[in-house]
Nanobody, 126 residues
Framework: QVQLVESGGGLVQAGGSLRLSCAAS????????MAWFRQAPGKEREFVTA????????DYADSVKGRFTISGDNAKNTVFLQMNSLRPEDTAVYYC???????????????????WGQGTQVTVSS
């Protein structure tokens, strides 16, 4: 069973930065892509960013472009999310996800991802 473990969430003031980390527990697991989603109270889970290991293809939601950066290590099944210039509207539980098979048409949908972390809380105060 593959488990994704996130870390790095916390409380930060607006304009500050946080770095989230996610690692897959199973050494034999190979993902085609990993991503970050987030869910704010009372809202649906939304796509933040994803990275496809082949070709290093990266995509961001418009709301985080220029502020967030995804990076990672395919061999170690780890992914990071550097979040800068944080805003109160970035407050949410952030989830790491991993997909066995990549499909460009749904790479920003939770449907593509087979494994999920437990989530880490990010709170941005104004």
């Amino acid at each position: 069973q593959v488990q994704l473990v996130e870390s790095g969430g916390g409380l930060v003031q607006a304009g500050g930065s946080l770095r989230l980390s996610c690692a897959a527990s199973a050494r034999t697991f190979t993902s085609s892509a990993m991503a970050w989603f987030r869910q704010a109270p009372g809202k649906e889970r939304e796509f933040v960013t994803a990275i496809r290991w082949t070709g290093g293809i990266i995509d961001y939601a418009d709301s985080v472009k220029g502020r967030f950066t995804i990076s990672g290590d395919n061999a170690k099944n780890t992914v990071f999310l550097q979040m800068n210039s944080l805003r109160p509207e970035d407050t949410a539980v952030y989830y790491c996800a991993a997909a066995r098979i990549y499909n460009y048409h749904i790479h920003d949908s939770s449907r593509m991802y087979d494994y999920w972390g437990q989530g880490t809380q990010v709170t941005v105060s104004s």
